[in-house]
């Protein structure tokens, strides 16, 4: 970690008091009480316009309770230069700032962005345990849960990928793991944008949100040139999809308690007159006790269950599934060699 030095530049100013008042209500909605000097508030900072604008009001509404860290992800020639840019910001608003040098060996395989994320997500949380921060606060916004909510939609995704992101959830295992939080869900992007343009800042682009092969960076000018997409309606659904996404949950945590025998890693299920959604996660959690991993969703899962229904054992996961009244969930047997 490089923790950036004091600067001698000027300070920059704070957000009009009527923003900090809609901030600080909307944490406290979320987290239900102030950080301090002893229980600090992590912000991640990018450098661009959203990082920025939220760095800036969390500062202003806890000025004592602030620390922020730039992830560099070491992809790009410019983040170094970035990162040092983000201290400098900070440096003249009195934040503390640390810079998280990239992992390399996280990156490989798979699906960069991806991993580029889960990557960015772990520095992040191991930098909180270090700092004595019990929340990360990333600059999520409105716009961005449109933006999503239209990119899994033309998926076919369904209503866990439809619903809104969740407004806060454990960054790593363990009661004690930070929280991740996002506090700006119900601010737009032109909002955030007025913030740091008041401050007299110039927030860094990131080339890839305007390059059109990447998806979202086509659906942010899809959404920007379509009056009959506004965000703000897109991202409303989303939020009542994650209410129903929530009582789904709860109902399905209840019938699994109902009808659930499990035993030496072994699960019997009763999903006798439950209706599709409900038997689908019931099957997946119980695939998910046997084996000690996430199963497959989507297709794969679907056609487990269309394969029991119709009388059939099926193996999925490294789960064996034998039809019956009750469902019947066990290791499937190794692989013998021929």
Not at 15 to 39: K, N, S, T, Y
Not at 230 to 254: F, S
């Amino acid at each position: 970690m490089r923790i950036s030095a004091a600067s001698d530049a000027p300070l920059i100013g704070g957000p009009a008091g009527a923003d900090v008042a809609r901030f600080l209500a909307d944490w406290l909605a979320l987290a239900g009480r102030r950080p301090g000097p002893e229980m600090r508030l992590g912000i991640a900072v990018s450098g661009g316009t959203d990082s920025l604008a939220l760095l800036l009001l969390a500062r202003a509404a806890f000025p004592d309770a602030v620390a922020a860290a730039t992830v560099d992800h070491g992809l790009r020639p410019e983040s170094a230069q970035e990162a040092a840019f983000v201290g400098s910001v900070c440096a003249r608003i009195g934040v503390p700032h640390t810079i998280l040098p990239p992992r390399p060996a996280m990156l490989a395989g798979g699906n960069l962005q991806d991993r580029a994320r889960a990557m960015r997500y772990r520095c992040l949380g191991d930098w909180a345990v270090a700092v004595g921060a019990p929340w990360v606060a990333v600059a999520h916004q409105q716009d961005d849960v449109a933006e999503t909510f239209l990119l899994r939609a033309r998926r076919g995704a369904g209503l866990g990928g439809l619903a809104a992101m969740l407004p806060r959830r454990p960054l790593g295992k363990g009661k004690t793991a930070p929280l991740l939080m996002r506090p700006l869900l119900g601010w737009t992007r032109a909002e955030l944008a007025a913030q740091v343009a008041a401050a007299g800042i110039e927030a860094v682009e990131d080339p890839s949100n305007l390059h059109p092969r990447f998806d979202r960076s086509r659906m942010r000018r899809l959404l920007g040139e379509t009056p009959e997409l506004p965000p703000a309606r897109l991202a409303l659904a989303a939020a009542n999809l994650r209410d129903a996404e929530a009582a789904l949950a709860w109902a399905a945590e209840r019938e699994w308690a109902a009808r659930v025998e499990a035993d030496s890693g072994q699960v019997v299920l009763d999903l006798a007159e439950l209706p599709h959604e409900l038997r689908r996660r019931l099957v997946a959690r119980a695939l998910r006790t046997v084996a000690e991993a996430p199963p497959p969703r989507g297709s794969g899962l679907d056609r487990l269950i269309a394969a029991v229904d119709a009388g059939q054992v099926a193996t999925l996961a490294g789960v064996v599934v034998r039809p019956g009244p009750r469902w019947r969930f066990a290791p499937a047997p190794p692989h013998r060699s021929p």
